[in-house]
């Protein structure tokens, strides 16, 4: 069964920085496709960041530039540094991985193409 926790959430204001990580077990991050994703109150859940097994990154145009998904194998983690956050970063944050061990799309990322999910954490930017 596979097992992923995030954490790192809190409050920061406009411009400051947060690292979320997601505790992952019951598979193999190596071989593993994941990402991280959010949802904000009153909006659908949107990919934020993705990382494959060989490091190829997809991030989503809004973040791209500000934020930086990062696996570490050995801890079994995969963090997300986030940079310069603005109000509209405020969200829920999960992380994701798939069945499957590969990557649907390496241009895109869809919330129907994974499948097992964290609990999220929560990020609020006050401006």
Not at 92 to 114: G, K
């Amino acid at each position: 069964q596979s097992q992923l926790m995030e954490s790192g959430g809190g409050s920061v204001e406009a411009g400051g920085s947060l690292r979320l990580s997601c505790s992952v077990g019951g598979f193999t991050l190596s071989t593993s496709c994941l990402a991280w994703f959010r949802q904000a109150p009153g909006k659908e859940r949107e990919g934020v960041a993705q990382i494959n097994q060989v490091g190829n990154l997809v991030y989503e145009d809004a973040v791209r530039g500000r934020f930086t998904i990062s696996k570490d194998n050995a801890k079994s983690t995969v963090d997300l540094q986030m940079n310069n956050l603005q109000p509209e970063d405020t969200a829920m944050y999960y992380c994701a991985t798939r069945r499957e061990q590969y990557c649907a799309s390496l241009a895109y990322i869809r919330t129907d193409d994974f499948h097992y999910w964290g609990q999220g954490t929560q990020v609020t930017v006050s401006s």
